[in-house]
């Protein structure tokens, strides 16, 4: 893989090179209209300006503007080839060698702008939303605090990528912090449910993909076909209130204990750009039922960091460390599953992974885990320790792919907890 140069000036640590170009969308000043632009190191490409000035014409692009709009739907309905066509033009346009915009100072004052002086927004105009548990490991670690590691995992565990339809309008863009949720729970020593602020929350190292394109109504998505229904990729965290969530949860599973908000980070990448790291994907045993099986059976080498500021600490201080390539169900079969019956995914829906653990301690996805349900707390710098969550705390997780000197990264989605409101 070799590195392409840009003439704008990109930190080899940055998380977007030439190589990424993740998608979002932004307002250069508060009271401007949101439009798409194109993330390249420090810098937010306008391509609401590049459509205006005709220089993404000959791509696969319509007539009609995709750019200057508020969410990203437009485009990510057009399909790969419209996809590709786009990066290819942005690749050249940003080359160091290409004179375009390079040389052209009043195109380029128009058309970039600082990242730190911009508002980003929700990227996707998101129509519905579905949580997976993908996660042999997480699954594991949670049934075994509740159930004994015997039977840790349900029969069902290793034959069907588990998922539960979310609620896409408390989807929220990292930065919007959030109060701790109010709702009934049940202590295990009491005798009838008590109402009030959860006191077990807790975050849930995911990620997430957007579909770009939709199947109709009644026609499933073949498993080798998947990818091409991918947009791209963000981080998500799939708050939880544990406690509310133990109380309400059988038999329908979790509903207020995950409504109030589900945080995601502002740039989408494409799996264009995340192609060069994928990896083999996970061995399943049993065999998968053969809408399942893909013949390129693959998943992403994405590294995963988990960090917790307090109010008292001068910087977050990591506490756990993963990886995406430790799911056992994969991004096609996520696909595939979702629409088996006919599910109609739709351009903007988001599946998110669940929560993502890897095998060893340090690599546990969520508080829950990390503590093992409270009895063994996080220590954090200057003597604090964490059970979960505590009002004032600001969670980021981060990732990044990296190989040849190439890094694709995703930027992080961050969130404070703040008090809860009262009723």
């Not at 190292?205 to 026609?219: D, K, P, R, Y």
């Not at 399943?284 to 995963?304: C, G, N, R, V």
């Amino acid at each position: 893989m070799t590195k392409r140069q840009s003439f704008i000036p990109i930190s080899d640590q940055s998380d977007f090179p030439l190589e990424n170009l993740p998608y979002g969308v932004f307002s250069p000043t508060p009271d401007k209209a949101p439009r798409v632009g194109v993330a390249l190191g420090d810098q937010v490409l306008d391509m609401a300006v590049l459509e205006a000035e005709g220089l993404l014409e000959g791509t696969k692009l319509p007539s009609v503007r995709v750019f200057d709009q508020p969410t990203l739907n437009a485009f990510m309905e057009l399909g790969h080839e419209a996809w590709a066509s786009v990066r290819k033009r942005l690749q050249d346009l940003l080359a160091n060698d290409t004179p375009t915009l390079r040389d052209n100072r009043d195109l380029r004052a128009r058309a970039f702008y600082a990242q730190s002086d911009v508002v980003m927004h929700l990227p996707v105009r998101i129509g519905d939303y579905t949580d997976f548990y993908s996660s042999k490991h997480h699954a594991f670690n949670v049934g075994t605090m509740f159930r004994g590691a015997d039977n840790a995992l349900m029969p069902n565990y290793l034959h069907v990528p588990i998922a539960y339809h979310g609620r896409a309008s408390s989807v929220i863009l990292s930065g919007q912090d959030i109060h701790r949720p109010i709702g009934q729970t049940k202590p295990k020593d009491a005798q009838v449910p008590q109402f009030g602020p959860c006191k077990l929350f807790d975050f849930e190292l995911e990620m997430g993909f957007f579909i770009g394109t939709s199947n109709t109504l009644g026609n499933p998505v073949n498993v080798d076909e998947a990818e091409k229904h991918i947009f791209g990729f963000v981080l998500v965290n799939d708050w939880s209130a544990r406690d509310i969530q133990t109380w309400e949860y059988q038999p329908l599973g979790p509903f207020n204990a995950k409504n109030f908000a589900t945080s995601i980070s502002p740039w989408v990448v494409t799996m264009d750009a995340l192609r060069p790291f994928r990896v083999p994907g996970p061995d399943q045993d049993p065999e998968p039922f053969s809408y399942l099986k893909a013949q390129d059976h693959w998943t992403l080498d994405i590294k995963l960091d988990v960090l917790i500021q307090s109010e008292t600490m001068d910087e977050p201080h990591r506490i756990a460390r993963s990886n995406y390539h430790h799911l056992y169900w994969t991004p096609s079969q996520h696909v595939a599953h979702h629409t088996i019956t006919g599910c109609n995914l739709q351009t903007g829906d988001l599946l998110a992974s669940g929560t993502i653990s890897g095998p060893e301690k340090e690599e546990r996805g969520s508080m829950l885990e990390l503590s093992w349900r409270g009895t063994e707390p996080v220590e954090l710098p200057g003597g604090e320790t964490r059970k979960f969550i505590q009002d004032g705390d600001t969670v980021f997780l981060r990732g990044f792919c990296e190989r040849d000197g190439v890094r694709i990264g995703f930027g992080e989605v961050a969130a404070k907890l703040l008090p809860s409101k009262g009723v």
